[in-house]
């Protein structure tokens, strides 16, 4: 009440409506230890209704997280303060994840429990055995995200995971009943759930149900009946208590209903002293851990090494010597099929679309209900799912996680990617089917705004790989991104390769460099990524038959590029006074490069239904369009 009230801004009404759930839960049942934040056998507590953060905030400081101290928690919702208006994830903290967008803690946890159960059946029970407990709201289960998760969770079986539902029936609008009819037992039973519907404010009720789901055989949902802003005189149980401070007034009431003769941010030395006895409990359990794990750690380290150099240097070794034309798709699973072959922190998947994402090796084993074995799962057609629960496999140890879809359908991913690019986690978002080379399957499936809307989103790398060494060197670069996502974007169509010739050196990296001069004196510079680079090479040839000479630049990845010195970027985009480019997506990328005397080559317009050569032809992305309308920018 306090913080959010000195902030005068915030949620009181979920911390107060479950702080009997989280405090049953902290002092009896999770296993923590405030003194070793990033203990790997710790259960994982995941905020998904994130507007309730001070109720985060309160349970860390109280156990004795050093993260958390009570000048931060008097600086809630201010600036660079640790305690930000929804939690966000810092290592160390005892914030797992970024929470807010409702739903997103949903899939986190399901990412958090599948990664257990993985590294469960790596290590053996007595290092790996862990619960996660998810505390979900009304608003998190109306979200589609919560539907996909869970629903996938149930499939895969995942007893380990718990949902605590603050079902306190109130929205921002609010009552729930006037957008929600669901049978809620009816909804998770029908997911594979186990459902135990309680009282949340009674000790003795939460207590057994958090005890009956420490042997549960699937995940569990604990239904908790509670009063939102509980113990407020007033605003107890109406939306009022939702997102706004209580009032100075109403806040004396609830002091004086609870018998709380402190002042605002005071705590007796009694209660803090028995907090921190419930925060110590679990270094008992850390040491206890810690003997096991030395047997193993030699195990552990070995499982948890990535080493991809070798296979990379052998890709690129096998790509100089092919002549033959290939998707990038197909460029993208003969990389993985190399990779995946001895590494054991790569967890691929699809939201099935394998067979068209190419996301699927040889290598790789499903993994199943009750089976985790493997390094590759089936999502489902649940792309938003996908992202979210990858997020979740990232951040709970050093999984590395892939998950394939169409380009076009990153608009149902973008939340979840947004967030791995605040968090700054490495997932990798292999994205096919990348424009209008889709061809037949018409505007509807292709991606034209896409690569905008991704380019704009800071902390993420955008690879548009044009044959099959750059999409060698797109891979290399992702996975040696520690603290970024990358997005893959991927043909259909078959690209001829023009990097033929073994380099050690990763000239992806740059962003943007050279694949073809025309002449000594060139007089135009072509700009182009992904399978327009064939085509930029085809009107560079076409134009030094009538004398135009030019270079033209392969600019696989725009972040990279501009993050290089100025120098660089200079040269590669002013050695000449015209520049043209060439995209089949939106121009917007592009105009700040050709500048206002050159061309952008694009598609500003929804595509069209036939064969991919065809609409090329139709949207003037031909070498014949293309280079006489350089011609004429020339000759002004």
């Known amino acids: 009440m306090d913080a959010v009230q000195k902030a005068n801004s915030g949620h009181p009404g979920m911390p107060m409506g479950m702080a009997d759930v989280v405090t049953i839960l902290f002092k009896y049942f999770l296993k923590f230890n405030p003194k070793n934040p990033t203990w790997l056998n710790r259960d994982r507590f995941v905020l998904s209704a994130g507007h309730g953060s001070m109720l985060l905030y309160s349970i860390l400081y109280l156990t004795g997280y050093k993260s958390i101290s009570l000048k931060n ?117 029908s997911y594979g759930w186990n459902y135990v519907l309680i009282n949340g404010h009674n000790e003795k009720e939460i207590f057994k149900a958090l005890k009956k789901v420490q042997n549960a055989n699937k995940p569990t949902v604990i239904s908790c009946k509670t009063k939102i802003g509980y113990g407020s005189p007033n605003k107890s149980g109406k939306a009022s208590s939702h997102g706004s401070p209580l009032g100075t007034d109403e806040i004396e009431l609830v002091r004086k209903q609870l018998n709380w003769h402190y002042k605002p ?30 047997k193993k750690k030699s195990k552990v380290n070995k499982l948890l090494k990535n080493n991809f150099s070798n296979s990379f240097k052998i890709e690129k070794q096998n790509a100089a010597k092919e002549i033959k034309s290939l998707a990038s798709r197909k460029s993208s699973e003969l990389t993985l099929n190399s990779i995946t072959k001895n590494n054991n922190t790569l967890i691929g998947g699809s939201a099935d679309l394998a067979g068209s994402n190419n996301t699927k090796t040889k290598y790789h084993k499903i993994i199943k209900p009750g089976s985790f074995e493997g390094n590759y799962i089936h999502y489902g057609v649940r792309e938003h ?19 394939g879809t169409f380009l076009i359908f990153s608009d149902y991913c973008k939340p979840s990617i947004r967030l791995s690019a605040i968090m700054k986690q490495r997932v990798i978002y292999v994205m096919t089917h990348d424009s209008i080379g889709l061809g037949e399957d018409g505007p509807t499936h292709q991606p034209i705004e896409q690569l905008s809307g991704l380019r704009a989103m800071p902390n993420l790398n955008v690879f548009r790989p044009g044959d099959r060494m750059e999409t060698i060197e797109c891979w290399e670069l992702a996975l040696n991104k520690t603290n970024a996502p990358s997005v893959l974007s991927l043909t259909r169509q078959n690209l001829n390769p023009f990097r033929k010739k073994y380099s050690n050196t990763n000239k992806c990296s740059f962003g943007a460099y050279e694949v073809l001069r025309t002449g000594n004196k060139i007089n135009l510079t072509i700009l182009a990524s992904g399978s327009e680079v064939n085509l930029a090479i085809e009107t560079s040839l076409k134009l030094a038959k009538d004398r135009v ?88």
Not at 265 to 292: A, D, M, V, Y
Not at 390 to 395: D, I, T
Request: proline share 3%; glycine share 10%; with cysteine.
């Open 385 to 403: 799912a996908m992202c979210g629960i990858m997020n979740g496999l990232a951040l709970h140890s050093k999984f590395i996680p892939y998950g």
């Open 73 to 189: 928690i008097k600086n809630f919702r201010q600036l660079n303060s640790i305690c930000a208006g929804h939690p966000e994830y810092h290592p160390n903290s005892g914030i797992e994840t970024t929470t807010g967008p409702l739903g997103q803690g949903i899939s986190n946890a399901v990412g958090f429990a599948v990664a257990e159960e993985i590294l469960k059946k790596k290590l053996g029970k007595n290092i790996i055995n862990h619960k996660t407990y998810v505390l979900a709201g009304d608003g998190c289960l109306m979200e589609g995200i919560s539907h996909e998760s869970m629903s996938l969770a149930g499939h895969l079986k995942l007893k380990n995971l718990v949902m605590l539902f603050d079902n306190n029936s109130i929205s921002i609008d609010g009552p729930t009943k006037l957008a929600v009819s669901d049978n809620f037992k009816k909804r998770f039973e």
């Open 549 to 636: 000479y030019s270079k033209v630049i392969s600019m696989p990845c725009l972040e990279l590029f501009e993050a290089q010195k100025e120098s660089y970027k200079n040269k590669i985009l002013y050695e000449t006074k015209f520049r043209i480019s060439i995209e089949a997506g939106s121009t917007d990328n592009w105009k700040k490069y050709v500048g206002a005397n050159g061309l952008a080559f694009g598609i500003n317009d929804f595509g069209k239904s036939a064969p991919f050569k065809k609409i090329y032809k139709y949207f003037g992305l031909t070498s014949e369009n293309i280079s006489k309308k350089a011609k004429k920018i020339l000759k002004k």
């Open 265 to 294: 941010f005071e705590i007796p030395n009694t209660i803090i002293n028995e907090w921190r006895k419930i925060g110590k409990k679990g270094l008992k359990l850390n040491l206890i851990w810690n003997k096991k794990y030395q």
